[in-house]
């Protein structure tokens, strides 16, 4: 599959907006991008996709001039520009929607969506009533229901990146860069997203977007790009490809059969996770259910419908305001996520940044942090053992760092997560919740992924998922529950599901 | 690969291997060094390194506790009126009682303000600048209070002699203080880079939501910290006593808290928290005390030294962001 083939001409020819020449960056021990050609038409949508550590973002922070590159030539309208700093690259029209938001969670919807370009009446102060007037505008135009007044902090994260998208829309874009933009959102909110999309590429805008979910491209965009170990593997229209080309492109090699046989092979054990009546006000109310060891029961439904704020509750970040919570038969009163942990718990936490690793720290000392106790001898830790069992898990799970000395804020998102997995692994933790655990990671960590949560459910583990992806669902899940706005609608055995009764469920609240 | 393993890997190499952030202090040290001993005969001598080092002990034992502040991402401003404190109750207790007693009471007082120190900040969750901004005036108020505005002197003897040789004896060719800072300081190695609590240490100030949801207790770490840092200032301000045979009410309250940040910052621990580490203080330390020494003997007046310090600080935070940025 390297023989990349060339890109045919189609139709009228087409206008280059943005042109990458041999573009290389490299930091110490890895070659993030080696020899990178890629070119952006005006008006098109072009996909960007790679497995984790593939290029994607180190190519898109240097068009946004956050990164400067260490050879090659970027072109904008045919002229060779220096991307020197952000302001350069937005006076230059390109706009960029990180996957980390960049919004200031203390500051109004407002305040955010005009940072660094107030308003200011002519005595230099912020002109407010035209802020908000222009905030509101700007919503309006993309279907986007939220009051400019409210603090970001105190919004949903689907929320907080429709208002990014928003911010970077507000600025005259020529080139617009979504990384992973619909990560977070609902059905409902992705569908906006798309119509806008497409709406700015007829008007004339480059877009590059950047996405692991495979089946979104093919309604969306005209052409794609995929990188593999910072090269370009090829560009094609997006006709030319199927889901299983794209696969084989993105990895390398032809992805594996999927391994459905597994799940009819496990026994479902005792129940060891008991949810009564459980509620919090305004997210989730009167919610029952029973994991047992050996299952994964995942629970779906949209974002904002309360199912990370149910995983915190179980996991002792959040106190429940009724019902109750038994673990192993015996019922649990946690007061943090130190009760939770000893009970034998482990929560991979949807803010992986923010909850998961602490990316300052080294990936060894993540790997750890939360079973450090069985390091110790004498009152002090023995550096050989500790390194020893990083080691084994690093090459257990496969972490792609280049020493376990590294600091873990620099792996890409898929390692990342597998280093949040490592640091409970490491703990003798029974139940495990993981909430979202594959977003924004790409098909081939994905499925390792998958194998090990399998691995984890066979080892007579109990594990509880919390999912909006439908595909991930339907094959994880050997019982699906249904939630809308923070009540269980619908509980489903996973066999021979169709998936329009979940869809349903989820969406409009009809249960089966 | 072999060879990264047995040589890359000691200990020390994991929390504090050779680190670029410790070039910049190192370079100036030596710089200075080189410097103050063309410049002043007198510099280089064993006398003087030994005079550095006797004065610096205070200064060493402060930092060295001031440092568990910052890697938590925290700050103790309370420390230089701890050693106020600590000095006039010591001093005090002897002149009514017995040193023992005296020891035993002001390293008490000292820590009694390191307790309020903590569970303001682990329980009550109040930011630490607040705190420890609001501990500093109270200590310093509690040690005016207590002396009455005045020095404390004419401790009886043999107490007196006791005292004095915690600030100013020897042990064999060893200064007392110096043998008791190099002590501490190996022993807060120790903690930092071999104990489950160091390690935590390093969590918190990494991310505090990421250390509480791998079931760190946050509470525990902070006033743990606090403790660490206020009892490091009393140690200090009882050396410091010792060495002036007397109590004084202003004995923290001068350059002392302030040298003792910058000495943790421009070792080159971050003050974001989650960076650094002990030996980067005591380079830190060394910076300022052989600056401060080499400029005296110069005869370069202390407002210009105060200045120069200063540039300092700012300077080597300012390099080590470029050197960030470049990365």
């Not at chain 1, 050989?384 to 760092?401: F, G, V």
């Not at chain 2, 607040?130 to 004419?154: E, N």
């Not at chain 2, 808290?257 to 203080?281: C, E, N």
Request: hydrophobic residues 45%; contains cysteine.
């Amino acid at each position: 599959m390297t023989s990349a083939a060339p890109m045919p001409p189609s139709g009228a020819p087409a206008e280059v907006v943005l042109e990458v020449r041999g573009l290389r960056k490299t930091y110490p021990g890895v070659v993030a991008l080696d020899q990178l050609d890629f070119d952006l038409h005006r008006g098109e949508v072009h996909a960007l996709l790679g497995a984790n550590g593939a290029g994607k973002s180190t190519l898109i922070k240097i068009v946004a001039g956050l990164y400067r590159a260490d050879a090659g030539e970027i072109h904008i309208d045919g002229r060779p520009v220096d991307l020197r700093d952000t302001q350069t690259a937005q006076a230059l029209g390109i706009s960029v929607i990180y996957q980390d938001f960049a919004l200031v969670p203390h500051l109004s919807v407002a305040e955010n969506l005009f940072l660094g370009r107030e308003f200011v009446t002519p005595l230099g102060l912020i002109d407010w009533r035209r802020t908000h007037a222009e905030a509101r505008r700007l919503l309006a135009r993309l279907n986007i229901d939220i009051q400019t007044t409210a603090v970001v902090s105190s919004l949903s994260m689907g929320q907080r990146q429709l208002v990014e998208i928003a911010k970077a829309l507000g600025i005259d874009a020529r080139v617009l860069i979504l990384d992973e933009p619909t990560a977070s959102l609902s059905r409902g909110e992705v569908d906006t997203l798309f119509a806008l999309i497409r709406k700015l590429a007829q008007s004339g805008v480059g877009i590059i977007y950047v996405s692991h979910r495979l089946e979104e491209i093919a309604s969306l965009v005209n052409r794609v790009t995929v990188l593999r170990d910072g090269r370009s593997v090829g560009t094609y229209p997006v006709d030319q490809l199927d889901r299983r080309n794209v696969v084989a492109l993105i990895t390398g090699q032809e992805r594996r059969s999927q391994e459905t046989s597994s799940r009819e092979a496990r026994t479902r054990g005792q129940p060891l996770l008991e949810l009564r009546h459980l509620s919090r006000a305004r997210e989730f109310e009167d919610i029952s259910l029973t994991l047992h060891r050996g299952e994964i029961l995942v629970l779906t439904g949209l974002v904002g419908a309360g199912r990370t704020e149910l995983l915190e509750t179980i996991f002792g970040a959040r106190r429940a305001a009724g019902g109750e919570i038994r673990v192993g038969g015996q019922p649990a009163k946690f007061s943090s996520p130190r009760d939770a942990i000893r009970s034998g718990i482990a929560l991979l936490p949807e803010d992986r940044r923010g909850h998961g690793i602490a990316v300052i720290m080294p990936v060894f000392a993540n790997v750890t942090l939360a079973s450090l106790v069985q390091f110790v001898r004498l009152l002090l830790l023995q550096p050989k053992r500790e390194l020893q069992h990083a080691r084994r898990m690093i090459s257990y799970l496969s972490i792609r760092t280049p020493s376990p000395f590294q600091a873990a804020g620099l792996l890409s998102g898929g390692n990342q997560q597998k280093l949040v997995l490592a640091k409970w692994l490491s703990t003798s933790a029974e139940i495990f919740l993981l909430d979202e655990p594959t977003q924004g990671i790409d098909v081939g960590t994905k499925d390792e992924i998958y194998r090990l949560v399998r691995g984890l459910a066979a080892a007579g583990k109990a594990v509880l998922v919390v999912s909006s992806d439908l595909e991930e669902v339907l094959e994880l899940g050997d019982r699906i529950i249904a939630v809308r706005q923070g009540r269980i609608v619908g509980e489903f055995a996973n066999n021979a599901l169709d998936p329009t009764l979940l869809v349903d469920a989820i969406t409009h609240g009809r249960a089966a | 690969m072999k060879g990264a393993e047995t040589g890359g890997w000691r200990w020390h190499a994991l929390v504090e291997r050779i680190e670029p952030e410790t070039i910049g202090p190192s370079v100036a040290l030596v710089a200075m060094i080189v410097t103050f001993s063309i410049l002043s005969p007198y510099f280089l001598t064993r006398n003087n390194f030994t005079n550095v080092l006797v004065q610096s002990a205070p200064l060493l034992i402060l930092a060295a506790g001031q440092t568990f502040a910052l890697l938590m991402g925290g700050l103790d401003l309370s420390q230089g009126s701890i050693v106020s404190l600590v000095s006039v109750v010591t001093a005090g207790v002897i002149m009514r009682h017995h040193i023992v007693l005296g020891a035993l009471a002001g390293l008490g007082a000292g820590f009694g303000i390191s307790l309020v120190n903590g569970l303001l900040i682990g329980r009550a969750r109040i930011q630490p600048f607040i705190v420890t901004l609001g501990t500093l005036y109270m200590a310093a108020g509690l040690a005016m209070v207590y002396s009455g505005g005045s020095s404390i002197f004419g401790l009886p003897k043999p107490d007196e002699d006791y005292f004095f040789w915690f600030g100013g004896g020897f042990v064999g060719p060893i200064p007392v203080p110096v043998l008791i800072a190099a002590l501490l300081i190996a022993a807060i190695y120790v903690v930092l880079t071999r104990t489950r609590f160091g390690r935590h240490v390093y969590a918190v100030g990494g991310s505090e939501s990421v250390a509480v949801m791998s079931g760190i207790e946050l509470g525990r770490v902070k006033i743990l910290i606090y403790l660490i840092s206020g009892g490091c200032a009393a140690l200090a301000g009882f050396l410091m006593s010792g060495r002036v045979i007397s109590g004084q009410p202003l004995l923290g309250a001068g350059d002392i808290l302030l040298q003792s940040i910058g000495a943790v910052i421009i070792g080159g621990t971050s003050v974001f928290g989650g960076q650094g580490g002990v030996l980067r203080t005591v380079l830190g330390v060394l910076v300022i005390a052989f600056m401060v020494n080499g400029l005296n003997l110069l005869a370069i007046d202390t407002f210009v030294q105060q200045v120069i310090v200063g540039a300092i600080i700012i300077l080597s935070v300012w390099v080590n962001s470029l050197r960030r940025r470049r990365a």
